[in-house]
């Protein structure tokens, strides 16, 4: 239990005030909640799995630099396609397409968590306990429970907010958070 616990708290507050809660806010206004949280859980437990079953080796195989880049452009890319808008065709085609909302956020949160915070605190608490089903558990709990609040405002904000206003926030939150990590995976590139 004290594995559980740890991991979960650990996870839990990493994660608060991290991006893939502002990005779970903006998909909420995109797709129903429950695609929304069926895709971040789904998301969740696959990078916390890989965490916590490959340890450190996933850092070996995927560059974080490498992780960073992908991630930015994906949501520089939803950005955008947030800023087109989207009418009832559209809408009906992304929920019936092969990467509808489920696998859509699903993708977004395991390429935007690799390398981040939560999963190597994973990492480490499965180097640190000796059970690791506890650990994946108790990680992928804090981690659901951390970007609920994300589902929450993002429910929230789209009752109140026009539309309009709405697909803005949702793609100032996606391009900040792509051209940030773009600037910051340069950055790094330059003095390393």
């Given at each position: 239990?004290?594995a559980?616990?740890?991991?979960?708290?650990?996870v839990?507050?990493?994660?608060?005030?991290?991006?893939?809660?502002?990005?779970?806010?903006?998909?909420t206004?995109?797709?129903?909640?429950?695609?929304?949280?069926?895709?971040?859980?789904?998301?969740?437990?696959?990078?916390?799995?890989?965490?916590?079953?490959?340890?450190?080796?996933?850092?070996?195989?995927?560059?974080v630099?490498?992780?960073?880049?992908?991630?930015?452009?994906?949501?520089?890319?939803?950005?955008?396609?947030?800023?087109?808008?989207?009418?009832?065709e559209?809408?009906?085609?992304?929920a019936?397409?092969?990467?509808?909302?489920?696998?859509t956020?699903?993708?977004?949160?395991?390429?935007?968590?690799?390398?981040?915070?939560?999963?190597?605190?994973?990492?480490?608490?499965?180097?640190?306990?000796?059970?690791?089903?506890?650990?994946?558990?108790?990680?992928?709990?804090?981690?659901?429970?951390?970007?609920?609040?994300?589902?929450?405002a993002?429910?929230?904000?789209?009752?109140?907010?026009?539309a309009?206003?709405?697909?803005?926030?949702?793609?100032?939150?996606?391009?900040?958070?792509?051209?940030?990590?773009?600037?910051?995976?340069?950055?790094?590139?330059?003095?390393?």
């Open positions: 239990m004290e559980f616990l740890a991991s979960f708290l650990v839990f507050l990493a994660e608060l005030g991290d991006k893939t809660q502002f990005i779970v806010m903006a998909f206004a995109k797709y129903r909640w429950q695609s929304v949280f069926a895709g971040m859980t789904l998301g969740i437990f696959v990078v916390h799995s890989l965490a916590v079953a490959v340890g450190s080796l996933a850092g070996q195989l995927i560059p630099h490498l992780m960073t880049v992908i991630a930015s452009c994906l949501f520089i890319g939803f950005g955008i396609w947030t800023l087109r808008g989207d009418d009832e559209e809408e009906e085609a992304a019936t397409s092969r990467f509808g909302p489920l696998l956020v699903a993708m977004t949160f395991i390429v935007g968590e690799m390398g981040d915070k939560t999963q190597f605190a994973a990492m480490a608490m499965a180097a640190q306990y000796e059970s690791w089903f506890m650990v994946l558990a108790g990680a992928v709990v804090g981690m659901v429970l951390a970007d609920s609040l994300g589902i929450l993002g429910a929230f904000l789209h009752r109140k907010l026009p309009k206003k709405m697909r803005y926030l949702s793609a100032g939150i996606f391009l900040f958070f792509g051209v940030v990590g773009l600037l910051q995976s340069a950055f790094q590139g330059v003095f390393a």
